[in-house]
């Protein structure tokens, strides 16, 4: 139970997809802005009895968490400037929701409301006055958490291979790993470009990966190395070195890891060269084995603009959005064993409401919910169904 926050009754719309027929409801409330975080991030209570997620209802970005059956919605943080979409996270074991806030990562307690303060830069010199960046991630234990900082501030600047829209400019980034009670914080590496999508491997607390930015993944001459999408960093070994790599002609997008750390998941589509943007269709969900590195893909599609997933607790489903925002699109379930695909519902999401954005499809801890953020109605809402 969640005992702190101001509380909100908040009626809980619950109506049939009509194309599926499939329950979903709507457990935000209307009049403002409301969103799910990130797709990679904890969102569900471990019973599932609580949903997080971002809302202006007080005007400025908060955290809400709504009780799932009552419709009873907690306002839980009251940061001044707000707390925006993936400064937060909340901890595997519900009890503590982290965050950033004046440079400095933070944890408050779900039952007394207090907040502690788990890592603050000033106390460690290899920040060199360089402040916490989200998103924070949690290592598979609950023990550590991860986050990015900048270690050399001076701008530089590199042809935009993602796309054709010019120059990218961006400072040099690092890794950071604290424990969550507080006892400790280490420097984990010190990368010479920026980087994004800072994650543990849940199989150990020692692994991480990060996606490197600017991304070279269209520039097929580059060497294999120069390509990669994301990079493994070993803490026990003491090495980092490209980890997920695309064909030629191909990139990776999205990645994340499946709860036990075995494989990675992640997007895969085409490009044709340096000049042109990735092409939306065909797109590929796949996944690579952590210990071979061999790459499956599991399902394909012409014509759906598929752009974030989450895979189950389990590892053999995937949900993945539909982010063709032009016509009609839907939320899939996909089977990774046989690639056969179902759709929940069609939450034709159209990214045209005031505050728009759309971090993917968030999972619930026990595999039985997932929730994602749609503006169907004219506002932006956030929605739960079950698989």
């Known amino acids: 139970m969640i005992h702190h926050g101001e509380i909100e009754r908040v009626e809980v719309r619950r109506f049939a997809d009509a194309r599926t027929g499939r329950e979903v409801r709507q457990v935000s409330p209307n009049g403002c802005s409301n969103s799910t975080n990130y797709f990679y991030m904890t969102c569900f209570t471990p019973g599932d009895d609580y949903l997080f997620y971002n809302s202006t209802r007080s005007g400025l970005n908060q955290v809400h968490a709504a009780h799932l059956e009552s419709g009873e919605t907690r306002r839980v943080t009251s940061v001044t400037g707000g707390v925006g979409p993936y400064a937060w996270n909340l901890h595997p074991s519900g009890r503590e929701l982290f965050f950033v806030s004046e440079r400095r990562a933070r944890a408050m307690d779900l039952q007394t409301g207090e907040v502690r303060t788990v890592f603050d830069p000033a106390q460690h010199p290899w920040m060199k006055d360089s402040a916490v960046k989200p998103p924070l991630r949690f290592s598979g234990d609950g023990r550590f958490l991860c986050f990015q900082f900048v270690h050399d501030p001076q701008e530089c600047v590199a042809p935009n291979m993602w796309s054709h829209y010019g120059l990218v400019r961006y400072a040099r980034s690092g890794i950071g790993r604290a424990a969550c009670d507080g006892s400790e914080g280490r420097r984990v590496y010190l990368h010479n470009e920026d980087m994004q999508h800072v994650m543990f491997c849940p199989a150990s607390a020692d692994l991480l990966t990060f996606a490197t930015w600017p991304d070279y ?37 999205h990645e994340y890891w499946s709860p036990d750390g075995r494989r990675m998941f992640f997007h895969k589509r085409q490009v044709d060269d340096i000049w042109s943007p990735p092409r939306w269709v065909p797109c590929w969900v796949s996944y690579m084995d952590r210990q071979t590195g061999r790459q499956t893909d599991f399902f394909m599609s012409e014509t759906q603009q598929l752009n974030h997933s989450i895979c189950t607790p389990d590892g053999r489903r995937v949900v993945s959005d539909n982010d063709d925002f032009r016509h009609p699109n839907e939320l899939l379930l996909i089977d990774v064993e046989t690639g056969k695909a179902e759709t929940l519902w069609w939450r034709n999401m159209a990214c045209r409401a005031r505050g728009a954005q759309d971090g993917g499809p968030v999972m619930s801890a026990t595999g039985r919910l997932v929730a994602a953020t749609s503006d169907c109605s004219g506002e932006m809402q956030v929605y739960v169904t079950e698989l």
């Not at 993944?217 to 990669?228: K, M, V």
């Not at 999408?229 to 026990?236: F, G, K, Q």
């Not at 980092?240 to 997008?253: H, Q, S, V």
């Open 217 to 253: 993944q269209n520039h097929a001459p580059l060497p294999e190395n120069h390509r990669a999408r994301a990079w493994m960093v070993d803490l026990e070994a003491d090495f980092a070195r490209p980890w997920l790599i695309a064909p030629k002609g191909f990139r990776a997008t």
